[in-house]
């Protein structure tokens, strides 16, 4: 059973940066689809970024393109959100997930989630 430890959310001011952690156990393929998403209160889910473990392709939404960064350290089975330039659109909880299975940024397809982690961004 894969499970997900976010960690790293906060409350920050329009313009500054996060980074988010997630911190994974319990691992029984070798390669996962590793994903950030997040949801707004009164809003839908949206998948933010993904990435295939172990260096593959990588996925981000139009909205966070060129703001945010979705990286993993393999050593500590952690993936990271890096993000930049934050807005306060950006501001909802932001959950990891994972599934061994093929990567997008749909969350359905999606099997391990994470508790969330609060992300705040103030104008």
């Known amino acids: 059973q894969v499970q997900l430890v976010e960690s790293g959310g906060g409350s920050v001011q329009a313009g500054g940066s996060l980074r988010l952690s997630c911190a994974a156990s319990?691992?029984?393929?070798?390669?996962?689809?590793m994903g950030w998403f997040r949801q707004a209160p009164g809003a839908e889910r949206e998948g933010v970024a993904a990435?295939?473990?172990?260096?593959?392709?990588?996925y981000y939404a139009d909205s966070v393109k060129g703001r945010f960064t979705i990286s993993e350290d393999n050593a500590k089975n952690t993936l990271y959100l890096q993000m930049n330039s934050l807005k306060p659109e950006d501001t909802a909880m932001y959950y990891c997930?994972?599934?061994?299975?093929?990567?997008?940024?749909?969350?359905?397809?999606?099997?391990?989630w994470g508790q969330g982690t609060q992300v705040t961004v103030s104008s």
């Open positions: 990435i295939v473990t172990g260096g593959g392709r990588r």
């Open positions: 319990g691992y029984t393929y070798s390669t996962y689809c």
């Open positions: 997930a994972a599934d061994p299975s093929r990567c997008n940024l749909v969350g359905g397809n999606f099997a391990y």
